[in-house]
């Protein structure tokens, strides 16, 4: 209860709620949305445990590209060119099909009422509560994107896998993070898998031979033989552990990152920047500290541009604009 006054009075503060997002939005149209999402997603994060991991990559990706707008959910359209999917920086995303599922249970009660963004932001909120983290209260009141972004802009726009400190913190701060939320959202690396694509630089191509970044030499030769030169980067089966707990969402992260077992650049940065390393030692040892500043980020992340009140459209199918 602390926590989500805390994240309300937060808001009202930066005006979220004052530009259209409120956590009331849907009380008097569609009052059984979170049970409808809730109740929808449970047997399909006990079929596949690892889809939280996937929705919450899923909404990120999403709020990257000109704001939370459920744009990548949008199928490619045959002549009009390649979408946002196509980009290199979406390799991996899965679990689209999902939110499609959750829209048809919620048209069924709702009609014409909830937007695909809003469930997505949902979605990627049960994600993480379901896998043990935080309950976190989000506003709503997303409206859909009317056109699908390419895919030179999802390129442009979402950070390479090589993203150091500099370039996390220049791209969190201007979606109003201080550097303790900017560093609690890296936390979602607690969850799920990296892409062997996505290290391989890190291992092989650095200068002198060595990651970069502290890494624990029996982890960088873990790593090496997962990901050995040459192997399938285009497969989605080449791939490692983001942490020894990946189904759970927990500070594990912030505790391999100190002991030099941070998988991407960034998480082995943070632990040595001066402007991280005291915030990742914190988290690493207060569970509780971590999840309260990982809400306020994912509330202010998934705030970031949002279309509103007559902006854009509440689609009747997600991956299609009507």
């Given at each position: 209860?602390?926590?989500t ?9 930066n ?7 409120q956590?009331?939005f849907?009380?008097k149209?569609c009052p059984?949305l979170?049970?409808i999402?809730?109740t929808?997603?449970q047997p399909?994060?006990l079929t596949?445990p690892t889809?939280p991991?996937?929705l919450?990559?899923?909404m990120?990706?999403?709020c990257?590209?000109?704001?939370c707008?459920?744009?990548i959910?949008?199928d490619p359209?045959?002549?009009i ?5 196509k ?6 995303i899965r ?7 959750v829209?048809?249970m919620?048209e069924v009660?709702?009609?014409k009422?909830?937007s695909c963004?809003?469930?997505l932001?949902?979605?990627a909120r049960?994600?993480v509560a379901?896998?043990g ?5 989000v506003p ?7 056109t699908?972004p390419?895919?030179q802009l ?11 400190v500099?370039?996390m ?5 201007t ?9 609690a959202?890296m ?8 892409h062997c694509?996505?290290?391989l630089d890190?291992?092989y191509?650095?200068e002198g ?5 502290l890494m624990?030499p029996r982890?960088e030769?873990f ?11 285009t ?5 490692v552990?983001n942490?020894p707990?990946t189904?759970?969402f927990?500070n ?6 100190m002991?030099g077992r ?6 082995a940065?943070?632990?040595?920047d001066?402007?991280?390393a005291?915030i ?8 509780d500290d971590?999840?309260?500043a990982f809400?306020t980020a ?6 970031t541009?949002?279309l509103?009140?007559d902006?854009g459209v509440?689609?009747n ?6």
């Amino acid at each position: 209860m602390v926590v989500t006054l805390l994240i309300i009075f937060a808001l009202r503060i930066n005006g979220v709620e004052g530009e259209g997002l409120q956590y009331n939005f849907y009380d008097k149209s569609c009052p059984q949305l979170d049970d409808i999402v809730r109740t929808t997603l449970q047997p399909i994060f006990l079929t596949d445990p690892t889809s939280p991991a996937a929705l919450l990559r899923l909404m990120f990706h999403d709020c990257q590209v000109q704001g939370c707008d459920a744009s990548i959910l949008v199928d490619p359209v045959e002549g009009i060119g390649l979408s946002e999917m196509k980009s290199a920086k979406n390799f991996g995303i899965r679990k689209r099909e999902v939110i499609s599922i959750v829209k048809a249970m919620v048209e069924v009660a709702c009609p014409k009422q909830v937007s695909c963004a809003d469930i997505l932001v949902l979605a990627a909120r049960e994600a993480v509560a379901m896998s043990g983290g935080p309950q976190i209260k989000v506003p709503l009141g997303r409206r859909d994107s009317s056109t699908a972004p390419s895919y030179q802009l999802a390129d442009s726009s979402i950070p390479p896998a090589t993203t150091g400190v500099d370039q996390m913190l220049r791209l969190f701060t201007t979606k109003g993070m201080t550097i303790e939320e900017s560093v609690a959202i890296m936390g979602s690396h607690t969850l799920g898998i990296t892409h062997c694509l996505n290290i391989l630089d890190r291992l092989y191509k650095s200068e002198g031979g060595e990651a970069r970044g502290l890494m624990d030499p029996r982890f960088e030769a873990f790593l090496r033989l997962i990901c050995p030169k040459g192997c399938l980067t285009t497969s989605n089966i080449s791939f490692v552990l983001n942490d020894p707990t990946t189904l759970m969402f927990d500070n594990r992260y912030y505790m391999n990152a100190m002991g030099g077992r941070g998988v991407l650049t960034i998480d082995a940065e943070m632990a040595l920047d001066h402007r991280t390393a005291q915030i990742v030692e914190h988290f690493a040892a207060d569970q509780d500290d971590f999840f309260h500043a990982f809400s306020t980020a994912f509330v202010k992340l998934s705030s970031t541009g949002v279309l509103i009140g007559d902006q854009g459209v509440i689609r009747n199918k997600c991956n299609v604009i009507d």
